[in-house]
């Protein structure tokens, strides 16, 4: 049996490289970055997970060191993918950005974010904005087709237009290939056009109180949030540090959810 079929392309206590081998545009700002590893290996991820990624700069100075999580399913063989958002200012986003085939990058993980157990929950809240859908879309993608999880997903994903909504003929398919298992509601800040029939707006309690499992499901039910920081601060108050969930409060605290029905990714 050769190393390459029994052990992971990437590790949690070292740095290591791996060839970008394709790009793909998914919309105005954000793209698909595939990154290759043997043909029978997988990346070494686990649900939920997310992985570091590091470049140091040619002229100089400290490494730019950022999270991600990456959106190809655990037991992928031969590649793993990256969506990620080029920011005007983000070092790491803008690096990825002008990256081109061939050229590697450096990958440390898994590191542990919240592990995931069949049948652990009978229903699970999503409160995304943005890009925070990826370590969504890594639930989703465990927990939906499995036929032997009985667990119900409710996703509230927010957006500013139709043109950020990452992923989602990905979502609409697994939604209706599984209507009993995964419940969708968009939002959009600023719709741009009038046949949006979706929610406009932003997150609020009123949504939240419509969408969301039931504070009542008490141990039975979590709530992931990830997005922009303003969204996150709202919605469940920001996490100190990737340790410390810092307090609950936001709507989730007035809505009567527990510390132990929220974690914020």
């Not at 060191?65 to 958002?85: A, C, H, W």
Request: aromatic residues 8%; neutral net charge.
């Amino acid at each position: 049996m050769s190393s390459e079929n029994s052990t992971a392309a990437m590790n949690s206590s070292s740095f290591v490289p791996l060839p970008l081998s394709e790009i793909v545009r998914i919309s105005h700002d954000t793209q698909l970055y595939r990154f290759k590893i043997g043909e029978n290996q997988k990346s070494g991820m686990f649900v939920a997970s997310c992985l570091l990624t590091m470049f140091t700069p040619k002229e100089g100075g400290e490494p730019v060191i950022r999270p991600y999580t990456p959106t190809s399913q655990e037991n992928q063989t031969g590649f793993m993918d990256l969506i990620v958002k080029t920011y005007p200012d983000g070092k790491m986003s803008q690096h990825i950005a002008n990256m081109k085939v061939g050229e590697t990058l450096l990958f440390k993980g898994p590191l542990s974010k919240y592990p995931y157990t069949r049948n652990s929950k009978k229903e699970i809240g999503m409160i995304a904005g943005g890009t925070g859908i990826t370590p969504m879309l890594q639930v989703i993608d465990k927990v939906v087709p499995d036929t032997e999880d009985s667990t119900i997903i409710k996703l509230l994903f927010a957006n500013n237009s139709e043109d950020d909504i990452l992923c989602k003929s990905h979502l609409d398919d697994l939604a209706a290939r599984f209507p009993n298992k995964l419940h969708i509601n968009y939002i959009l800040a600023k719709p741009k056009t009038s046949s949006w029939t979706g929610n406009v707006g932003f997150v609020d309690s009123d949504l939240i109180k419509k969408h969301m499992p039931s504070p009542s499901l008490g141990e039975d039910t979590v709530i992931f949030v990830c997005g922009p920081p303003g969204m996150v601060n709202v919605v469940s108050g920001s996490k100190i540090s990737p340790t410390d969930q810092g307090q609950l409060t936001g709507i989730l605290k007035e809505l009567n959810y527990s510390e132990s029905n929220v974690f914020k990714f």
